[in-house]
C-alpha cells in the first residue's frame, strides 16, 4: 500500500477511531484524491497533516467512503431475467410448497431505487397472475441520510426517466414533477441501518433468520478489499435459503469465481445457491 495511505490509514483509526484499511487501495487512493481537491491540498503529505488536526475533514472523508449512487432498473438485463425467469419460479415454488411469503433482501440499498425496483416487478406479476402471495423486502445501509430518502420514496423527474411508462402508471403517483412509490409497495419493504461487516450477525436483525429467497449485494463489493469480499459472501450464502438467488453488479462478476454458486443466464449476475455454498479462501 501507497506510504502515504498508510500514514492516512493510521491517522484515521488513531485519532478518529475510523477503520477504513477494509477498503480496497485503488478506492482509498481516489477518495483521498477526491478530498485532496475539495480541500486545496497540493499533495497526500499536506492531506495527512490537515486530516490529522481537523475532526470535520475525518467526518467528511469517511462519508465520502459511503457509496449511496443507485438507479432504478440499472441493469436492464439483470432485472429481465428476475422479471422473466426468477420472480416467477420463486412465486411458483411457493405456492407448490404453500410457503407464506417471498423473502428478499437488499444488502446496501442507498436511496431505495433498487429495492423498489424488485418490489415493481414482484407485485405486478402477483396482480397480474391475481395471486395473494405475502412478500417482505428487508432493505439495509449505513447511510443514515440514504435510508431516510429511501423511506420515503420520493423521486424526481430525472431518477425515473429510465423507468418504464407502464411501471410509472402502476407503481408510482406523480405531483409536481415528484414521484412517489405506490403505498401498498412501500408497506412490503422494511428500511433499517445494518452493518455488513458486523460479525456478531449473518443477516439483519429485523429477518430475525434470514434464510432469503433473493438477495441484492450489489455494485459494493469491489469497493472492499479481498478479505472483506469473502467475509460478506460467506455471510450472503449463509443469509440464502437452498435455491435461493444473489444478484450482484456487472463489475462484480469475476469476484464471484470464487464461489461456489451458478450463474443462471450468462452475463446477467444472477447466482443459484447450490448445496454447498462457501467463499474459497
Known amino acids: 500500500m501507497n506510504g502515504e495511505l498508510v500514514r492516512i490509514v493510521k491517522i484515521m483509526r488513531v485519532k478518529h477511531g475510523g477503520d477504513i484499511s477494509r477498503y480496497d487501495e485503488s478506492f482509498l487512493l481516489k477518495s483521498v484524491e477526491k478530498r485532496m481537491a475539495a480541500t486545496s491540498r497540493a499533495t497526500m503529505a499536506e492531506y ?99 435510508l431516510s430518502s429511501a423511506r420515503n420514496g420520493v423521486y424526481d423527474a430525472a431518477a425515473v426517466q429510465n423507468v418504464q411508462l407502464k411501471h410509472i402508471r402502476s407503481s408510482f403517483s406523480e405531483q409536481n414533477g415528484s414521484y412517489t412509490i405506490a403505498r401498498r409497495i412501500r408497506e412490503r419493504i422494511e428500511f433499517s441501518f445494518y452493518d455488513l461487516l458486523d460479525e456478531r450477525s449473518t443477516s439483519p436483525p429485523g429477518s430475525i433468520y434470514g434464510d432469503f429467497d433473493l438477495v441484492f ?65
Not at 446496501?108 to 416487478?121: D, M, R, W
Open 48 to 146: 495527512c497533516t490537515y486530516l490529522s488536526e481537523d475532526n470535520g475533514e475525518a467526518e467528511a472523508f469517511l462519508r465520502s467512503l459511503n457509496i449511496t449512487y443507485s438507479e432504478f432498473f440499472r441493469n436492464p438485463l439483470t432485472f429481465a431475467v428476475l422479471e422473466q425467469r426468477v420472480l416467477p419460479r420463486l412465486i411458483e415454488k411457493k405456492l407448490e410448497s404453500g410457503s407464506a411469503e417471498i423473502r428478499i433482501w437488499s444488502a446496501g440499498c442507498a436511496a431505495g431505487q433498487e429495492v423498489y425496483s424488485v418490489a415493481i416487478l414482484l407485485d405486478e406479476l402477483l396482480l397480474a397472475r391475481q395471486i395473494s402471495l405475502a412478500y417482505r423486502i428487508f432493505a439495509t445501509d449505513i447511510a443514515e441520510t440514504a
Open 217 to 281: 449485494c450489489s455494485n459494493l463489493l469491489f469497493y472492499y478489499t479481498p478479505a472483506i469480499r469473502k467475509f460478506i459472501l460467506n455471510k450472503v450464502c449463509h443469509s440464502l435459503s437452498d435455491g435461493g438467488y444473489l444478484v450482484t453488479g456487472e463489475a462484480e462478476r469475476s469476484i464471484l469465481e470464487t464461489i461456489n454458486l451458478d450463474e443462471i443466464s450468462p452475463m446477467s449476475g444472477i447466482y443459484q445457491k447450490s448445496q454447498a455454498c462457501k467463499v474459497m479462501i
